[in-house]
């Protein structure tokens, strides 16, 4: 399967919020690189390691509820860059986060994915806050 149609498939579970589908397409073995200076930030290797930072993430958010929205998709053979903007409710308002992560699909399956954020100041802000 090429890595747009993975990714097709992986953005839509996660539009219909099915969650354990869109992990489904993280490779057993898959490394995420996190970048910051968070406790969350770093190499992850593994798929609960990936799913571990995802749920740390959303518990920023209220309810655990994230809006994304993808502002744009660029693609390869065996990539594919989705640029996001990430909208995360707090109680003094939301805090928006733009980034783009990189994803390397390989056999039908997501091997590695690196994340570039547009102000990391702010997201380390957001990671640090309770």
Do not use: C
Not at 74 to 79: F, P, V
Not at 97 to 126: C, H, M, S
């Amino acid at each position: 399967m090429a890595a747009l149609e993975v990714m097709g498939r992986y953005l839509a579970a996660v539009r219909r919020g099915d969650r354990e589908a869109a992990f489904g397409f993280f490779a057993e073995d898959v490394v995420a690189h996190v970048p910051g200076r968070s406790a969350l930030a770093g190499e992850l290797r593994g798929r609960n390691a990936a799913i571990a930072y995802v749920d740390a993430a959303r518990a920023k958010s209220r309810d655990g509820e994230v809006e994304i929205e993808l502002v744009d998709m660029l693609s390869s053979e065996e990539r594919v860059m989705l640029l996001v903007r990430e909208r995360f409710a707090r109680g003094d308002g939301s805090v928006e986060i733009e980034r783009a992560n990189v994803y390397t699909v390989r056999d039908g399956a997501i091997v590695a994915v690196w994340i570039f954020e547009a102000d990391q100041y702010a997201v380390d802000q957001l990671m640090a806050q309770a």
